[in-house]
């Protein structure tokens, strides 16, 4: 079993509205607690691009594509991180990816897809 389990993606129409999430079932809470969450994504025939992070002391951080748009949600208690998607574009079309890192350990979830139609 994967150490990040990506969940939540599929198929929207313009303007629309999805929530991601981003579980470590594997990790144990003081594990899970330190790490930076972060959530990328990658556009066909385009580099993988950080969407939003949020550090263990919940600070957060977006890409100025989605300001204002996405917002990054943690729940430690879960070992979950949301991505909440509203007025999504066809910009934002992809396979999602959460990251968790610290200073020793760097995992990759296997990603969801998201299509923004219309």
């Known amino acids: 079993q994967a150490q990040l389990v990506e969940s939540g993606g599929g198929l929207v129409q313009s303007g629309g509205s999805l929530r991601l999430s981003c579980k470590a079932p594997r990790m144990i809470t003081s594990v899970f607690n330190p790490k930076t969450i972060s959530w990328y994504r990658q556009a066909p025939g385009k580099q993988r691009e950080l969407v939003a992070s949020v550090t263990s002391e919940r600070i957060t951080a977006y890409a100025d594509a989605v300001k204002g748009r996405f917002t990054i949600i943690r729940d430690n208690s879960r070992k979950t991180v949301y991505l909440q998607m509203n007025s999504l574009n066809a910009d934002d079309t992809g396979v999602y990816y959460c990251?968790?890192?610290?200073?020793?350990?760097?995992?990759w979830g296997q990603g969801t897809q998201v299509t923004v139609s219309g």
């Open positions: 990251n968790a890192k610290d200073g020793a350990t760097d995992y």
